[in-house]
């Protein structure tokens, strides 16, 4: 696990709310704090889909960033800045198959529960911390140096500046 500070907020949730960058992650929560607190939980109703609609349109067990951004920026818009924001997105089971083959692990798929960034904005700070969820423990601590190193490279390529906290 990682904290990253943020250096130019502005931009980073311009990219977040505006932009395409984070829209493959999956959402776990989102909490946003305006006017009144407002929590998401991403994972899927699977009853509302009907079969069909769950194959064509790929939906998996957590709705996208992509899908949820729309109500998440329509939340926080406006001349106000709000309160405070935590989004915890996670990367998908096709995404983390290739991390893995790019990172030269050889970790069963099936043993990683979540490869997570909580993007946290509070105070007039926002910080991105990494998390690696297994589902068994070990002091092997590589995936969660990949994963980290990983999250530096997406945000230095989405052109977010950050620092190690």
């Known amino acids: 696990m990682v904290a990253l500070k943020i250096e130019d907020i502005k ?6 709310f505006l932009g395409g960058e984070f829209d493959l992650f999956l959402v776990r929560e989102v909490n946003i704090v305006t006017f009144n607190r407002f929590t998401i939980d991403g994972h899927v109703r699977r009853g509302y889909y009907t079969e069909e609609e769950i194959e064509e349109g790929g939906i998996e067990s957590l709705s996208t960033w992509k899908v949820l951004r729309p109500f998440c920026f329509s939340l926080i818009k406006g001349k106000k800045l709000p309160g405070s924001f935590s989004i915890t997105l996670q990367l ?5 198959e290739a991390f893995l083959e790019d990172s030269g692990l050889h970790t069963a798929l099936e043993t990683i529960q979540g490869l997570c960034m909580n993007i946290r904005y509070e105070e007039g700070n ?5 998390a690696a969820s297994l589902s068994f423990f070990t002091m092997d601590k590589t995936i969660d140096t990949e994963w980290e190193l990983y999250v530096q490279k997406f945000l230095k390529r989405s052109g977010i500046a950050f620092t190690r906290e």
């Open 126 to 130: 926002m910080t991105v911390v990494t």
């Open 11 to 16: 931009t980073c949730t311009a990219k977040l």
């Open 92 to 96: 998908p089971v096709k995404e983390v």
